[in-house]
């Protein structure tokens, strides 16, 4: 008997349809879903080059997804938190380290605009034309951070200063990474200065289980660097900052107060979980459709009932996550176009419910891996490259799922919260505790 084609996860008409997103947001959705193929062929150089070869990194430039969160005013779309989350995930779906770089883009985004104007304009006049992120980070929020000194002018950055975790590095304009200043003698604080390709090198370092074409790297400075005083931003005036973004650039991505400008990187983070689960689950539906059993008397694995099972409860499991992150996403530009503010609660239930999403992706992932068998353990096949990015993006400091259920569980059990809100980035409170060097950019 014919049996008719079911539709891969990735092709549009989603069952969980939004009022929310653009038309801009739906053509840039669309034309990285027309390049999942180019991406997923791609995916395996990714992981030796350590970064995202180059005819990924085109596709995802001419789709326009690295400018989907740069303000309009520089030529960008500043799109809503549904937007990000459906171009994240559709990205994701060809390639986990191809979602992540485009999470990376986005989530840096608004952190740079914290800077002073002055900076922000200069930096942003490059992006239209740069073939990637134009910003990204590096030990921004860390406990261990670098040092530098004031200096006539600006900061000076000590030589043999080393930054981790530099998602984005080798394709990134600009860096901004995480300095602790000493202002009085035994007297710091915390800052955020951003250095330009050339200022800093890219260690050799980011070797890694999964999510290799991340280009994570360590970035160092070998010799002192001289940063200029409208390069350096306070970093415990940041929430400020961000909270006043939508005073000055428009569209709903900066609608929000500060709290969902980052709930919105949460959000990323686990669509790109999301998208490498629905690229998982087309791979599994293609290759049993091909693949006989080794041990059963069918003549496909599309046959074997255990197989049909899990292709039951994982299809179920990846719809439940996406119809939670989409919900939540909406939510997000609900209260961004009724200009509502998220409370400190609010920020932590949120998060938790974007990372209990990310981990049902996750799980799913298993266990379509463990009904395929040991076809999946061949560096040729996808789903194995998908399993081991998941977990390394499952293990992100900021979106772990104990730590995240701790957080949430405070407030719901009526106990002392950790921070005020903000609770994704430590950094920023321990910063607030030390003295200012700069105040908050107007």
Partial sequence: MHMKEAPAMSEPGSIHESPFTTPEGRRIRDAVRAAVPLIRENAPEGEKIGCLPSPTLDALHKAGAFQASVPKEFGGY?????????????????????????????????????????????????????????????????????????????????????????????????????IEVEIAPGTTTRAMALLEKGQYEIVDDWHVMGLSGSSSNSVTTPAEVFVPERRVADLAGMPGRLDGLHQRYAGLGFALDARGLMLIVAMETMAVVLGMAKGAFDCFVDQSRRKKPFNLPYDTLAATPSVQVVAGKTRAMINAAESLLFGRADHIDRKARDGQPFTAAEESEITMDFVHAGNVCGAAIDAIQIALGSSTVSLRNPIQRIARDARVALTHGSTRLDPAAEISGRHLMGQTPFTDGMAAVPGVAKAAEAPRIVEPVA
């Fill in 78 to 178: 500043a799109l809503g938190a549904r937007d990000l989350a459906e171009i994240v995930s559709a990205a994701a779906s060809g390639d986990g380290s191809a979602g992540w770089t485009t999470m990376i883009a986005s989530g840096f985004t608004r952190v740079m605009l914290t800077f002073p104007q002055e900076t922000v304009t200069e930096v942003y006049a490059r992006a239209p034309q740069w073939p990637g992120p134009v910003v990204a980070s590096a030990s921004l929020f860390s406990e261990r951070i670098q040092k530098a000194r004031p200096v006539p002018g600006g900061y000076l950055i000590e030589a043999g200063n080393k930054w981790g975790f530099g998602s984005g590095s080798k394709h990134a304009a600009y860096l901004v990474v995480g």
